[in-house]
Nanobody
């Protein structure tokens, strides 16, 4: 199973940016797709998640500004970032909990990260 994140770049404060994550490989079921981020000098932190059953959770720091969505048929997840702030600058990582084909249990997978820089 591989996760490919894309869409990072430079955005001005107050602007918008969309990130995408595509899961590929021998996938039976994706239980959760999520986004984490890691700013310079900081630990990796949770941003948002979406379960197969439709439960969505956001970190307080992004609630009301970011929106996570999934296309279950395409095994993709998106993160729409709006009204971004300087403190949103970070490497954003795609994360998924996946039952691979032939496996009995779900495993956690990480993408390679995409850099978001908020600057004027």
């Amino acid at each position: 199973v591989q996760l490919q994140a894309s869409g990072g770049g430079l955005v001005q404060p107050g602007g918008s940016l969309d990130l995408s994550c595509a899961a590929s490989g021998d996938i039976d079921t994706i239980n959760v797709m999520a986004w984490y981020r890691q700013g310079s000098g900081n630990a990796r932190e949770f941003v948002a998640s979406s379960t197969t059953h439709g439960r969505i959770v956001y970190a307080d720091s992004v609630k009301g500004r970011f929106t996570i969505s999934r296309d279950h048929a395409k095994n993709t997840a998106s993160l729409q970032m709006a009204n971004v702030k300087l403190e949103d600058s970070a490497v954003y990582f795609c994360n998924a909990v996946v039952v691979a084909t032939g496996d009995f249990f779900a495993k956690e997978y990480w993408g390679q990260g995409t850099l978001v820089t908020v600057s004027s």
